[in-house]
């Protein structure tokens, strides 16, 4: 079964940096490929139920981010090593959350978490004020 690994996350102060990770394995069963995947970032905020997306990557281009990160999140995928990377800039303490990464073997693209068949754990990212 595909799985997916974050790192990358932990306490940043407002204003601050961090880069987190998504590494997948686990495809032969399903029959894709890494490559065929739309992989999204969501981030589920504390006391909130439904995770957000933040932005979401396909291999053949086709990038989106939530007016809420445009210009401070940038995602990059790197097939060859099945990863994604989303570097965070400039972090808001309204940005705590937990950032959960996910895949979805559908066209087009979607931003709907439901068409999402995996999931990571998340890192949590609490941002001090």
């Known amino acids: 079964e595909v799985q997916l690994v974050e790192s990358g996350g932990g306490l940043v102060q407002a204003g601050g940096s961090l880069r987190i990770s998504c590494a997948a394995s686990g495809f032969a069963a399903s029959g894709f490929s890494f490559s065929d995947y739309v992989i999204g970032w969501f981030r589920q905020a504390p006391g909130k139920e439904q995770a957000e997306e933040v932005c979401?990557?396909?291999?053949?281009?086709?990038?989106h981010y939530a007016d809420s990160v445009k210009g401070r999140f940038t995602i990059s995928r790197d097939n060859a090593k099945n990863t994604v990377y989303l570097p965070i800039n400039s972090l808001k303490s309204a940005a705590t959350a937990v950032y959960l990464c996910a895949a979805a073997a559908v066209w087009p693209p979607t931003r709907a978490p439901a068409e999402y068949a995996f999931w990571g754990p998340g890192p949590h990212v609490p941002v001090s004020s």
């Open positions: 979401l990557s396909s291999s053949e281009g086709t990038i």
